[in-house]
């Protein structure tokens, strides 16, 4: 299932500087994209999430950017923090059931 | 704040057997779901559950898994007779009326099928 993709496996970045994930999705379907962080051996941390019909959403450091016609989101942290060092994946839902579909996961590590 | 919980943490049992994963989710949540996570692997889906029955189920929920909300607080995941392959993080999740934008994940349970 390749619907939700995260073409970065890692990414590397100085505390305080921008990071930046990236992910593209192939359904046209999707009314909702989701972002969580992941810490080893914990559930996924819900962060944000924009609905189709918008193209940014800010909370604090978190900034969500969706592009519908290249269909891809990118999330934006500034300013990076050393804990936020984590797995972030990227999500999609339509449909009644609500079923979240998710990337791969992007690992993130922020240098102090 | 309010969280998902899930018990066990860690369930080891052998191949054959019948497990029941628990969770609770977040008290005033109407839709529950399940996921999964082989390791190495993505976050998948597994089943949604909504108004005591289950609004939408993957590929992967064949007859050998079941899901039930016995109470108005809990929500289970049995699993009839388990096989090597179902060894994985099974994660609950739960959401609100909106449903679609915020989904809260529970801490998971390691099934580790021997």
């Known amino acids: 299932d390749q619907q939700v993709k995260q073409n970065s496996p890692s990414l590397s970045v100085q505390e305080g500087r921008i990071s930046i994930l990236n992910c593209d999705y192939t359904?046209?379907?999707?009314?909702?994209f989701l972002w969580y962080k992941k810490y080893p051996a914990e559930g996924p941390t819900f962060l944000i999430s924009?609905?189709?019909i918008k193209d940014k959403n800010e909370d604090g450091r978190f900034t969500v950017f969706l592009n519908k016609s290249a269909k891809h989101l990118s999330l934006h942290i500034v300013p990076s923090q050393p804990g936020d060092s984590a797995v972030y994946f990227c999500?999609?839902?339509w449909g009644y059931g609500n079923k979240l579909v998710f990337g791969a996961g992007t690992i993130l590590r922020v240098k102090s | 704040e309010p969280e998902v919980t899930q018990t066990p943490s860690h369930q080891v049992t052998q191949m054959g057997q019948e497990v029941i994963l628990r969770c609770v989710p977040i008290?005033?949540?109407?839709?529950f779901y399940w996921y999964r996570q082989i390791l190495g692997q993505k976050v998948e889906f597994l089943v949604s559950?909504?108004?005591?029955?289950?609004?939408?189920k993957s590929e992967i929920f064949d007859d050998q898994f079941s899901v039930e909300r016995p109470d108005g607080s809990n929500f289970t995941l049995k699993i009839r007779s388990t096989k090597l392959e179902d060894s994985a993080m099974y994660f609950c999740?739960?959401?609100?009326?909106?449903?679609?934008?915020?989904?809260?994940f529970g801490p998971g349970t390691r099934l580790t099928v021997l």
């Open positions: 924009i609905s189709s």
């Open positions: 999740a739960s959401s609100d009326e909106g449903g679609k934008d915020t989904q809260y």
């Open positions: 999500a999609a839902s």
């Open positions: 008290s005033n949540h109407l839709y």
């Open positions: 359904n046209s379907m999707f009314d909702y």
């Open positions: 559950f909504y108004n005591n029955e289950i609004s939408e």
